[in-house]
């Protein structure tokens, strides 16, 4: 069974503090991973996509360990507005959704 | 580029009412899905579609549910008749397909919120 477990949290963060936490996934033949940001009664929205060791935009970095099989995500000088649940994606084929394990979302919430 | 366009964004209806739901895939994209999601059991995937046929449809929940995808550009969720456990916010969202699609992430539509009274 594929399966991507998060900590759902919540973790409380203050402001302008660096915070990260990982996804774990099970199936080894997981080849692309997508960190997506979920607000409250909002749709999910693309943050970062992870294909190698790791991507970076701005103060957001994603690393892949392919050892350990899990993905993390970085936030640098984090914001009042890096509130919100982060989904954790893992894809072993293309196109169809039997290749896509989503996790259930870590809540992040930054305090002032 | 629109992104997925959902439709309506709220709907409210009394049980054993047949509710619709509507959504527009980003052009260019073949593979069309449907989730839902609830504070209980998160993302749940319904059923997909590639090139407009239906692919997996084993998670839709029972008979009282049905998806269409008549051309590219279109597909529907139907509930009849919909029952108060069927509240939820239901995604549509579409991504591509060929050698490049294990690299292609899901764009969700921004929901449409389903209360059944």
């Known amino acids: 069974r594929k399966e991507v477990e998060q900590d759902p949290g919540p973790f409380n963060v203050p402001e302008g503090a660096t915070v990260a936490f990982n996804c774990t996934y099970s199936n080894s033949a997981s080849q692309s991973f997508f960190w997506y940001r979920q607000d409250c009664r909002k749709e999910p929205k693309l943050l970062m996509s992870?294909?190698?060791s790791g991507n970076e935009d701005g103060r957001f970095t994603a690393q892949l360990n392919r050892a350990s099989q899990y993905i993390s995500l970085l936030i640098r000088d984090s914001k009042l507005s890096d509130s919100a649940t982060y989904l954790c994606v893992a894809r072993d084929s293309g196109g169809g959704a039997d290749g896509l394990t989503f996790g259930k979302g870590t809540h992040l919430i930054i305090q002032p | 580029d629109a992104g997925v366009i959902q439709s309506p964004r709220h709907e409210v209806t009394e049980m054993g009412q047949e509710v619709t739901l509507r959504c527009k895939p980003i052009s260019g994209h073949d593979y069309l899905f449907w989730y839902r999601q609830t504070m209980m059991r998160g993302l749940e995937l319904l059923i997909y579609?590639?090139?407009?046929?239906?692919?997996?449809d084993s998670g839709m929940p029972e008979d009282r549910f049905s998806a269409k995808m008549p051309n590219a550009s279109f597909s529907t969720l139907k509930i009849q008749p919909s029952e108060p456990r069927d509240s939820a916010v239901y995604f549509c969202a579409s991504s591509l397909t060929g050698q490049g699609a294990i690299f292609s992430p899901l764009h969700f539509g921004n929901g449409t919120r389903l209360t059944v009274t």
């Open positions: 579609f590639n090139n407009n046929v239906p692919i997996d």
């Open positions: 992870v294909y190698s």
